[in-house]
């Protein structure tokens, strides 16, 4: 069973910017896609990006396309969310998470992912 765990998550300011990274311990078969998903208090977790492992193609929800971006280190098994022009509705929990993946940017993306990291804080102040 794969195993992720995320880091990089932090406190800072409105403007700035912060990278997340998701190291994955025992990468499995079939777990292709990995993804970056996020969850603030009392809302649905939501997509942010993926990208394959293999062909490193990658798809973003269009609401942070413009300001993160998502790449994959395979020789340290690590995937990044790059996260530039933070924003105080930005915070959230910040979960990485592996599986087939769909494809999708909507509310059904988690569907994709069949394990998931603990999860990192990111707290934006204005």
């Known amino acids: 069973q794969a195993q992720l765990v995320e880091s990089g998550g932090g406190l800072v300011q409105a403007g700035d910017s912060l990278t997340l990274a998701c190291v994955s311990y025992r990468h499995t078969y079939g777990s292709d896609a990995m993804g970056w998903f996020r969850q603030a208090p009392g809302k649905a977790r939501e997509f942010l990006a993926a990208v394959r492992w293999g062909s490193g193609i990658s798809w973003y929800s269009d609401f942070v396309k413009d300001r993160f971006t998502i790449s994959r280190e395979m020789l340290r098994n690590t995937v990044y969310l790059q996260m530039n022009s933070l924003k105080p509705e930005d915070t959230a929990v910040y979960y990485c998470?592996?599986?087939?993946?769909?494809?999708?940017?909507?509310?059904?993306?988690?569907?994709?992912?069949?394990?998931w990291g603990q999860g990192t804080q990111v707290t934006v102040s204005s």
């Open positions: 998470a592996a599986g087939p993946g769909t494809g999708s940017t909507g509310s059904d993306a988690i569907y994709g992912y069949e394990h």
